[in-house]
């Protein structure tokens, strides 16, 4: 088994920046994708960035420009920086990772989640 550790978070006022991390520990061979989620109060949970191994990050469009995520393979570890943010950006976000134990056996994880709260 594996598991994730997010760490960061918090309060901030709008236009401000918070930085997020997280760590993947256990019984990994390899890490496929890595990305970030969130969940305001009575909404879904939504794709906020992705960043595949090997490939392009991608990005929600309502945080293009402001967040920036980053993966470090020889650590696993993911982090997301955001930048000016909003107060629609308030949620609950999740690490998520797809993480192989053999190199055909796969699980998705998910992080305990970190509330970032951006308030006046």
């Known amino acids: 088994q594996a598991q994730l550790v997010e760490s960061g978070g918090g309060l901030v006022q709008p236009g401000g920046s918070l930085s997020l991390s997280c760590a993947a520990s256990?019984?990994?061979?390899?890490?496929?994708?890595m990305g970030w989620y969130r969940q305001a109060p009575g909404e879904q949970r939504e794709l906020v960035a992705t960043?595949?191994?090997?490939?392009?990050?991608n990005y929600v469009d309502s945080v293009k420009g402001r967040f920036t995520i980053s993966r470090d393979n020889a650590k696993n570890t993911v982090a997301l920086q955001m930048n000016s943010l909003k107060p629609e950006d308030t949620a609950v976000y999740y690490c998520?990772?797809?993480?192989?134990?053999?190199?055909?056996?796969?699980?998705?994880?998910w992080g305990q989640g970190t509330q970032v709260t951006v308030s006046s």
């Open positions: 960043a595949p191994s090997g490939g392009s990050t």
């Open positions: 998520y990772a797809r993480i192989y134990r053999t190199m055909f056996q796969s699980n998705d994880y």
């Open positions: 256990g019984s990994i061979f390899r890490i496929s994708s």
